[in-house]
Antibody, heavy 120, light 110 residues
């Protein structure tokens, strides 16, 4: 069974840092691009970042560019999101999602999410 | 900054048909944007419904269908059921590794 399990969320002060993890299982992790999507309380989904299967290509939404870094460790089947200079507006549930096999440009499997709260 | 627009809310009667749409502020939506649709109920992770405009994800009932409608992409639910009451999001691929979600449509079945 394909499974994604996020962890690392919590309460952090504005300006602080946090690293999220997403443990993947049930598929050949290094063959698939992976994404982070977030959802602020009571708001819609927001695409955050994507990383290629090899880790060599990364892309970010303008709202997090320069503050967040996506990475992966294919030996550990784990995706990461390093979040620095956190702001109140980064408060959200963060989902990791697996991208499709290729060429279809969508997310086919989702984790259950981890909650990040930025507050003093 | 590209904005992806969806109806904020919609209502449908049980057994009825509803079409939700998703448009772009800057251009027409086409198959080249690889539009996809996701269903989300409160407190749950999104569920993938439709990809590449009109292909149903595994296990999705055939009452859900996708299409291009004019300059927008559409999700049609035919024979709506009570458990279709959810939030629906479209996702548009803008190219160069960038995706944008629509603001979501809250569907009420009553």
């Amino acid at each position: 069974e394909v499974q994604l399990v996020e962890s690392g969320g919590g309460l952090v002060q504005p300006g602080g840092s946090l690293r999220l993890s997403c443990a993947a299982s049930g598929f050949t992790f290094n063959s698939f691009a992976m994404t982070w999507v977030r959802q602020a309380p009571g708001k819609g989904l927001e695409w955050v970042s994507v990383i290629s299967g090899s880790g060599g290509n990364t892309y970010y939404a303008d709202s997090v560019k320069g503050r967040f870094t996506i990475s992966r460790d294919n030996s550990k089947n784990t995706l990461y999101l390093q979040m620095n200079s956190l702001r109140a507006e980064d408060t959200a549930v963060y989902y990791c999602a697996k991208r499709d096999v290729g060429g279809q440009y969508y997310m086919d499997v989702w984790g259950k999410g981890t909650t990040v709260t930025v507050s003093s | 900054q590209t904005v992806v627009t969806q109806e904020p809310s919609f209502s449908v009667s049980p057994g009825g048909t509803v079409t939700l749409t998703c448009g772009l502020s800057s251009e027409s939506v086409s198959t080249s944007h690889y539009p996809s649709w996701y269903q989300q109920t409160p407190g749950q992770a999104p569920r993938t419904l439709i990809y590449r405009t009109n292909i149903r994800s595994s296990g999705v009932p055939d009452r859900f269908s996708g299409s291009i409608l004019g300059n927008k992409v559409a999700l049609t639910i035919t024979g709506a059921q009570a458990d279709d009451e959810s939030d629906y999001y479209c996702l548009i691929y803008m190219g160069s590794g960038i995706w944008v979600f629509g603001g979501g449509t809250k569907l009420t079945v009553l």
